[in-house]
């Protein structure tokens, strides 16, 4: 047994929390970068919410709304130099994943001169980043307890993140109340992803007895409770607690332990069809884990129990019953992927991904990676 185990942030979870958005924000700064997207906080209100309750807290903001699904790293330039020309002292994410994801590559380049992707692919090394705070407002990518920011270049299309402990907030504010706005399709997608980090952690070749832990809770709470939620949207219901804790430690384990093969295959995907993470991931990982399962079968027997099966043998069968349960059967083809594309995408995921195809149980040749592609289209 031998592991490392370091995610020095702080995880305010539960409900009402968000009040604490002003407050938190000024132990770390007096000018806020406020990181958010086109709609969704403006729409629920969380936008206005927070500007009070900043403004309450004596810290100055500056909103910086440019964020997209899969961001860019030019977005992330953009961000980074509004932060630096307003001399913003911390960054402040609210949103899902991709907003996340972009506070957190904002709070890095605005410390860390020249283009984003030296850092990404190692040909640069950071030395620190503006501190963070960040609110989380889908259930997915669980990116509020991690140091990980997945960006998509748009002149390449290469998806890959770049992850050290620089990219870790100070503080994570999770309030499963601001779960509760998602319409039932984004709800979905994002809690399949939520559930596929730690599938792929618990099967993967780097897990360590804490991510053990925390992955298997985080798969059986999903299991239990995101079917719930998808057949009956109860803004009440405790399984909104159960999907937002479940989605954290989703995040947390794979900065311990890493993604795998479904990770590293559908990031080519979005990269280059700006297609949502969680579909792609559902069109993809029952054709996957067919492959993987018995190489690891005692982990992949565990998974399907917790789905309701018996063995690693029904495991796919029993992640598309879950896909059907919350209502997200879907294949490549329907997101647009063409068999046209299956070549590039094959050698962009090894170009992009090869430590997250190395984690898998199975190493996959090109021609796999192309066979599951293309089955994966329908």
């Given at each position: 047994m031998d592991f490392n185990f370091y995610l020095p942030v702080n995880i305010l979870f539960g409900r009402g929390k968000a009040e604490l958005i002003g407050s938190e924000t000024a132990k770390y700064g007096t000018h806020a970068l406020l990181v958010t997207g086109r709609g969704s906080t403006k729409k629920s209100g969380l936008l206005d919410r927070a500007l009070s309750l900043l403004e309450k807290s004596g810290v100055k903001a500056t909103v910086f709304d440019k964020v997209t699904q899969n961001p860019l790293t030019t977005t992330v330039a953009d961000g980074a130099e509004l932060a630096k020309t307003e001399k913003c002292d911390v960054i402040l994410g609210i949103g899902g994943g991709s907003i996340m994801d972009a506070a957190k590559a904002i709070a890095f380049s605005a410390v860390n001169e020249g283009n984003i992707s030296d850092y990404i692919y190692g040909r640069k090394?950071?030395?620190g980043a503006l501190p963070m705070v960040l609110v989380p407002t889908t259930c997915g990518t669980g990116s509020e307890g991690n140091g990980i920011a997945v960006l998509t270049d748009p002149d390449t299309k290469d998806k890959k993140a770049l992850a050290n402990c620089y990219c870790i907030a100070r503080a994570s504010i999770v309030d499963p109340e601001l779960m509760t706005t998602m319409p039932k399709s984004v709800l979905s997608s994002v809690g399949f992803d939520a559930f596929t980090h730690s599938l792929e952690a618990y099967t993967g070749n780097r897990l360590n007895p804490i991510s053990e832990a925390l992955s298997y809770k985080a798969m059986g709470m999903l299991a239990e409770h995101l079917p719930?939620?998808?057949?009956?949207?109860d803004k009440a219901s405790e399984s909104w607690d159960a999907v937002s804790l479940a989605s954290t430690f989703g995040g947390m384990v794979i900065f311990m332990s890493g993604v795998s093969a479904a990770h590293a295959m559908e990031h080519p995907a979005s990269g280059l069809k700006d297609i949502v993470h969680g579909r792609g991931l559902a069109a993809l990982t029952p054709h996957i884990v067919e492959r993987q399962a018995k190489y690891r079968p005692e982990k992949?027997?565990?998974?399907?129990?917790l789905l309701g099966g018996t063995g690693a043998e029904d495991c796919a069968d029993l992640i598309r019953r879950f896909l059907h349960d919350i209502e997200l059967e879907v294949t490549l083809g329907d997101l647009g992927i063409t068999s046209e594309d299956v070549d590039w995408m094959a050698e962009n995921c090894l170009k992009t991904a090869p430590g997250n195809l190395a984690n898998s149980p199975v190493q996959f040749s090109i021609g796999d990676l192309k066979e599951?592609?293309?089955?994966?289209i329908g």
């Open positions: 090394t950071g030395t719930k939620l998808v057949k009956d949207n992949f027997a565990e998974v399907s129990r599951i592609y293309t089955r994966a």
